[in-house]
């Protein structure tokens, strides 16, 4: 049974199993010998999001490599381009551990991933979250069903099937792009509470000040004016 590095769990058996089953079920660019030395440059991982969101890996960035700096690489280009479009996130001391092909402890962050995948993947729930401009601009959006022409032979139920499986591919391509656009919006929002709170921190640092120094020193503090000179009286 493997740890879960950083944080307060374990991996039960069935746990494990079923994240090896979902790993052996994925078609990867070479088999699998050894979990822990294969995965350990990324590449793999970044093969598994593909699978299931081609739109957000470009797999090509990503290089094979037995160089540990290379694996880094891989790795932080996961964690910068791709892990935080699913909210998804790999920490630096696992990252080390991963690409020195430490035991027990890329097992664990398949598992998380598949979780986040299999809530993400084709989901609703991204979509019923969005802001009301992108509910709106979703509950608006209408498909055009490609000119019917005339057909010479007889119509049968397999033409109907495959125009029908068009108008559904192309329905699932604008949901991954307002996935795409809900994810972006959140990071930013995610941004922007934090500016908020590093100002909030200030100002009640500030605040304190008044008892010991009086107003007119926080005031010369706030403007980075110190030291504040006291005019003579």
């Given at each position: 049974?493997?740890?879960?590095?950083?944080?307060?769990?374990?991996?039960?058996?069935?746990?494990?199993?079923?994240?090896?089953?979902?790993?052996?079920?994925?078609?990867?660019?070479?088999?699998?010998?050894?979990?822990?030395?294969?995965?350990?440059?990324?590449?793999?991982?970044?093969?598994?999001?593909?699978?299931?969101?081609?739109?957000?890996?470009?797999?090509h960035?990503?290089?094979?490599?037995?160089?540990?700096?290379?694996?880094?690489?891989?790795?932080?280009?996961?964690?910068?381009?791709?892990?935080?479009?699913l909210?998804?996130?790999?920490?630096?001391?696992?990252?080390?551990?991963?690409?020195?092909?430490?035991?027990?402890?890329i097992?664990?962050?398949?598992?998380?991933?598949?979780?986040?995948?299999?809530?993400?993947?084709?989901?609703?729930?991204?979509?019923?979250?969005?802001?009301?401009?992108?509910?709106?601009?979703?509950?608006?959006?209408?498909?055009?069903?490609?000119?019917?022409?005339?057909?010479?032979?007889?119509?049968?139920?397999?033409?109907?099937?495959?125009?029908?499986?068009?108008?559904?591919?192309?329905?699932?391509?604008?949901v991954?792009?307002?996935?795409?656009?809900?994810?972006?919006?959140?990071?930013?929002?995610?941004?922007?509470?934090?500016?908020?709170?590093?100002?909030?921190?200030?100002?009640?640092?500030?605040?304190?000040?008044?008892p010991k120094?009086?107003?007119?020193v926080?005031?010369?503090?706030?403007?980075?004016?110190?030291?504040c000179?006291?005019?003579?009286?």
């Amino acid at each position: 049974m493997c740890m879960v590095l950083g944080m307060d769990r374990l991996l039960s058996d069935k746990e494990e199993r079923d994240t090896l089953t979902w790993i052996y079920k994925i078609p990867f660019s070479r088999s699998i010998k050894n979990i822990s030395r294969d995965f350990s440059d990324g590449v793999m991982v970044a093969e598994i999001v593909e699978h299931y969101f081609p739109r957000i890996v470009d797999i090509h960035n990503y290089i094979t490599s037995c160089n540990t700096q290379q694996k880094r690489n891989n790795w932080n280009l996961l964690n910068k381009r791709v892990f935080y479009k699913l909210d998804f996130y790999v920490s630096e001391d696992m990252v080390e551990k991963i690409v020195s092909s430490t035991p027990c402890v890329i097992l664990p962050v398949l598992f998380f991933l598949k979780e986040k995948l299999g809530k993400l993947a084709f989901s609703d729930v991204e979509i019923q979250r969005a802001e009301p401009g992108i509910m709106a601009q979703l509950a608006e959006m209408k498909i055009t069903e490609p000119t019917k022409k005339p057909h010479k032979g007889k119509f049968t139920p397999e033409t109907s099937l495959l125009e029908s499986r068009k108008v559904m591919v192309e329905k699932e391509r604008q949901v991954l792009e307002l996935q795409d656009i809900l994810r972006d919006v959140q990071v930013k929002v995610r941004k922007l509470e934090k500016v908020i709170q590093l100002k909030d921190k200030r100002i009640e640092h500030l605040t304190s000040l008044l008892p010991k120094f009086g107003s007119s020193v926080v005031f010369c503090i706030s403007l980075r004016l110190l030291p504040c000179q006291e005019s003579s009286v």
